[in-house]
């Protein structure tokens, strides 16, 4: 059997014990269900009778305050819980591996609260619909068409010709003379066997430079100052400046070539799509 002394040093040891956990989940950093009641209360019941100092006495008497502390927090976690509708989810999967599948079906059921809209026509909108289509007109008095609009053609003057930038405002002339050096000297530096591709000469920073320039050149063409060579299988067209001005006499007639120098072939010469 135990000596009395030295069942009184194992019962302080226990005391301390609880009262060091009992702090613990007082400070939060332990949950308070964790704390056994009934087996501390055993404790304190076991060593009571052994206190006969002052000191033992208080020791048993913190005891009982801290476990009254944690009792407090089991009560408050629980009323919060309560208050809050709150499952425990390993309660809740529990339950619901030993519930059969047709009553958790049952269940769903009595829970659920679809939203449902129900459409349909009525007699007055079946009757408004009617009247609607028998008002309307025949397809062919409402989508009568249009005559095109006559547009006169005449001959742009010199004055249109400057102020829509496709004509400089000086003497003819010296212009397309200027242009043809230039034609000229562009072959020198980056044409090949004396000709240049058509969009390289062309091509300008903007469209409306471009179609200057393109005009330019058709006058270059037709005056003598260069010809077109044209290569239809391969899609290519270069133009090749003539040292001098060749003035084509005889009764030859000459050939209208048409290019088109739009906007889109423009912005394809620009990304390096066109040749």
Known sequence: M??????????REKLQRVIETCKSVEERSLDPFLIDVDEIIS?????????????????????????????????????????????????????????EKEEIVETFLKAWHPIVELEQISLHSLAGAIRYWEELLPLKERWKEFPPAEIEASLATREELIRQRILRDKAFSEELESFWQELKKQVKEKGENGKIRYWDFIGAETYEETVHRAFMTSFLVTYGYATLEIYPLEEKLFIKPYEKPITKI??????????????????????????
């Open 43 to 99: 404790v304190i019941k076991e060593y009571f009778p052994e206190w006969n100092l002052p000191e033992d006495l208080c020791l048993d008497a913190e005891t009982i305050h801290r476990l009254a502390s944690v009792i407090k927090l089991q009560s408050e976690w629980v009323k919060h819980r309560s208050t809050s509708l709150y499952t425990d989810p390993f309660l809740l999967e529990e339950k619901l591996i030993r519930v």
């Open 2 to 11: 135990q000596s009395k002394r030295k069942r009184v040093k194992i019962g």
């Open 250 to 275: 005889g009764k030859k007639q000459l050939v209208s070539i048409p290019i088109a120098v739009t906007a889109e072939d423009w912005l394809r010469w620009k990304r390096g799509e066109l040749e």
